[in-house]
């Protein structure tokens, strides 16, 4: 049985371009897609050019053409999300494909992203920064700028240093192929973070994290032919926010922000302990084993009714059993800061407060962060 692909198109003054580029898709491109059922979605917001008086009379000729008029023009985000609710509700779509009315998305790499979503994959980009991807040679420094620098310091935000920092090479393209079950479908269109270009950002950023198979395919940006680039003045600004919005409100992010917070807590407490039990004892490792204790006990009880609040351990005979088990996990902590710490002093001369941080910024702090996922407070 045949799945549903809608190519939505968001429109605004493209009455020079829209003629060919549906003739284009109906005639040239679709009709060489045989495992699919393809229709073209186009969302105009109300063109002053009467663009969808056009596509209104186009409608006549191509039963597979959809339209929805937006009264008023409110950027771009909103009308793809328009346009992605309505292909869902209306039109079942099975995928759904960003496109550009304008030919600077080739229409022969329609094909190439529903081929790659045959193969299994959920998520497929056209990428300009891939081996056979390209930008127009003519384009200024500034725009090419805009794309490389802006491109990288976008995902940079969002991803690093995790596996699709480096998977995903061109985070602003706006040529995609999105499956819709267990992926759009789980996405909240009507408040994305931004209504203008950098919704591209948004739902990149959920379809990662939505844990999509991710791909990418060359694509060859294109010049425009007709019409004015809807690339706004605070284009770079608005990419910037909603990368950082993304990374910021993600509940992998906050989760490891309260880590940090718990860990600063337990680093006080351990400098604290320390610095009284170096004046008690002579012996300097057991100053240092014992003044890690104290912050360990810190850290467990913090992070299990604040840090992982959601798989919050419970009952007296449950929390004695993890908290054993967490002093278990932390032997290689109290390992790794009693001999880092025994050799900066009495080898290397370094002082104890200058060096505590270090260790336990650098040493530490990774360590644990994996040992409480992986043992401590392990999702079911």
């Known amino acids: 049985m045949k799945q549903n692909a809608v190519i939505v198109i968001a429109t605004y003054n493209e009455a020079g371009s829209v003629s060919s580029m549906m003739e284009t898709l109906f005639n040239k491109i679709i009709p060489t897609i045989k495992n699919w059922n393809c229709k073209v979605l186009i969302v105009d917001d109300t063109s002053p050019d009467k663009t969808y ?49 304008d030919f600077q998305h080739p229409p022969e790499d329609i094909p190439k992203l529903l081929a790659k979503i045959d193969e299994g994959y959920d998520f497929v980009i056209g990428s300009r920064k891939i081996a056979g991807g390209s930008v127009p040679q003519s384009w200024g420094l500034k725009r090419k700028f805009f794309t ?14 995790f596996k699709p920092f480096f998977q995903v090479t061109d985070p602003t393209t706006g040529l995609r192929a999105s499956r819709v079950k267990g992926f759009v479908d789980q996405i909240d269109l009507n408040n994305l973070y931004s209504l203008k270009f950098g919704y591209k950002i948004e739902l990149l950023f959920r379809m990662i994290q939505l844990k999509a198979r991710f791909a990418e395919i060359p694509l060859q940006f294109g010049l425009r032919e007709t019409g004015e680039s809807k690339i706004a003045k605070d284009t770079a600004k608005d990419i910037l ?21 718990v860990g600063f807590v337990g680093y006080l407490v351990n400098a604290s302990f320390l610095s009284i039990f170096s004046k008690t004892w002579s012996i300097e490792w057991l100053a240092w084993l014992l003044s890690t204790e104290m912050a360990i006990i810190s850290n467990f009880t913090l992070n299990n009714i604040w840090t992982f609040k959601s798989q919050k351990i419970s009952g007296v005979t449950q929390v004695l059993s993890k908290f054993f088990q967490f002093n278990l996990s932390s032997v290689g ?17 370094v002082n104890r407060q200058l060096l505590l941080p270090f260790v336990i910024v650098f040493l530490v702090l990774p360590y644990n962060w994996l040992m409480y996922n992986t043992f401590i407070w392990k999702k079911k």
């Open 53 to 101: 008086e056009i596509v209104q009379n186009l409608q006549k000729k191509y039963k597979d053409l959809e339209l929805i008029i937006n009264p008023e023009k409110k950027g771009m985000g909103n009308a793809i999300a328009k346009g992605f609710q309505y292909a869902m509700d209306k039109l079942k779509a099975d995928v759904l494909i960003e496109f550009d009315c």
């Open 148 to 161: 490389y620098v802006g491109g990288f310091t976008s995902r940079f935000i969002m991803f690093f240093p």
């Open 241 to 261: 926010t909603v990368s950082i919005k993304c990374r910021w409100f993600d509940p992998l992010t906050q989760k490891f922000l309260k880590f940090g917070t």
């Open 333 to 349: 902590a109290l390992l790794i800061q009693t001999v880092a710490g025994f050799i900066g002093v009495t080898v290397f001369g």
